[in-house]
């Protein structure tokens, strides 16, 4: 049973970073597809970014483009979404999830991904 544990989030002042990390457990962590989604009050759960288990294709939403990275540590069975310039929008909660192997086209599609995280609230005053 693969467990996911997000940490990280806080408030943040507009203009500030954070840097969320998702540990893995229960499983091969190397052959993760690894995801990041959001969810702000009242809104539907939207796709962030995602990291292939290869390591060598990332995608990212268009709204975070050049101020969010994600990254993966085998090593350390943990992703990361280093996030930047950060906005009063960008306030949501952050959700890692994962799929064993999966295809670079499917990163973006939360319903590819059987396994989430509880979550980490990231807040960004104006």
């Known amino acids: 049973q693969v467990q996911l544990v997000e940490s990280g989030g806080g408030l943040v002042q507009a203009g500030g970073s954070l840097r969320l990390s998702c540990a893995a457990s229960?499983?091969?962590?190397?052959?993760?597809?690894m995801g990041w989604f959001r969810q702000a009050p009242g809104k539907e759960r939207e796709f962030v970014a995602a990291?292939?288990?290869?390591?060598?294709?990332?995608t990212y939403a268009d709204f975070v483009k050049g101020r969010f990275t994600i990254s993966r540590d085998n090593a350390k069975d943990t992703a990361y979404l280093q996030m930047t310039s950060l906005k009063p929008e960008d306030t949501a909660v952050y959700y890692c999830?994962?799929?064993?192997?999966?295809?670079?086209?499917?990163?973006?599609?939360?319903?590819?991904?059987?396994?989430w995280g509880q979550g980490t609230q990231v807040t960004v005053s104006s």
């Open positions: 999830a994962s799929d064993t192997f999966g295809t670079p086209l499917d990163m973006k599609y939360a319903v590819k991904y059987p396994n």
């Open positions: 990291i292939h288990w290869s390591g060598s294709y990332t």
């Open positions: 229960g499983g091969t962590f190397r052959t993760y597809t």
